[in-house]
Antibody, heavy 122, light 110 residues
Framework: QVQLQESGPGLVKPSETLSLTCTVS??????????WSWIRQPPGKGLEWIGY???????NYNPSLKSRVTISVDTSKNQFSLKLNSVAAADTAVYYC??????????????WGQGTLVTVSS | QSVLTQPASVSGSPGQSITISCTGT?????????VSWYQQHPGKAPKLMIY???KRPSGVSNRFSGSKSGNTASLTISGLQAEDETVYYC??????????FGGGTKLTVL
């Protein structure tokens, strides 16, 4: 059973870079049909998809965040990572990593990590 | 990209049925059978309840069902129970190969 766990700093200063890592256990980031994803949720608000990366390294990002986001994968460590540049208070959120399974006949996000709160503040 | 449209809140009495709608466009909900629904309790990660419009993951109660008509998908919960009271989100794959979420619906069990 695949499990995901986010890790990284819980506090980031404005204008700096937010960096998070998601460790995958019980499965491989090299698996086909899986797209390793990041989603965030500001306090008291809804879910926002950030982007994903495939095992081959191809990426797709939310257009509203594309200029500031980089998602990468490290197959040797079975991890994938998120970097968000030039953060501001509006980037304060719980950040989730999740597995997006997409094939010709099916597409859904499951499982999800437990989430990690990142606060942007000086 | 815009969010999918969900009602902010719905309510029902125990034992009753409720339906939550999720409206998108032909570029997302209407264009693909890749609508999924997530249940999120406070402080917890979202849990997949329905995928591919109407399929239920193993372990999810058959009181939860999904459907779609045109650009609108729906989640129906029958036999409402107190434990169903929480927030539900819909999601869809899009023509741009991205993922989009609804704004969330708070379900209150009266």
């Amino acid at each position: 059973q695949v499990q995901l766990q986010e890790s990284g700093p819980g506090l980031v200063k404005p204008s700096e870079t937010l960096s998070l890592t998601c460790t995958v256990s019980g499965g491989s980031v090299s698996s086909g049909s899986y797209y390793w994803s990041w989603i965030r949720q500001p306090p008291g608000k809804g879910l926002e998809w950030i982007g994903y990366i495939s095992y081959s390294g191809s990426t797709n990002y939310n257009p509203s965040l594309k200029s500031r986001v980089t998602i990468s994968v490290d197959t040797s460590k079975n991890q994938f990572s998120l970097k968000l540049n030039s953060v501001a208070a509006a980037d304060t959120a719980v950040y989730y990593c999740a597995s997006l399974y997409c094939s010709r006949t099916s597409c859904f996000l499951n499982p999800w990590g437990q989430g990690t709160l990142v606060t942007v503040s000086s | 990209q815009s969010v999918l449209t969900q009602p902010a809140s719905v309510s029902g009495s125990p034992g009753q049925s409720i339906t939550i709608s999720c409206t998108g466009t032909s570029s997302d909900v209407g264009g693909y059978n890749y609508v999924s629904w997530y249940q999120q309790h406070p402080g917890k990660a979202p849990k997949l309840m329905i995928y591919d419009v109407s399929k239920r993951p193993s372990g999810v109660s058959n009181r939860f069902s999904g459907s779609k008509s045109g650009n609108t998908a729906s989640l129906t919960i029958s036999g409402l129970q107190a434990e169903d009271e929480t927030v539900y989100y819909c999601s869809s794959y899009t023509r741009s190969s991205t993922v989009i979420f609804g704004g969330g619906t708070k379900l209150t069990v009266l």
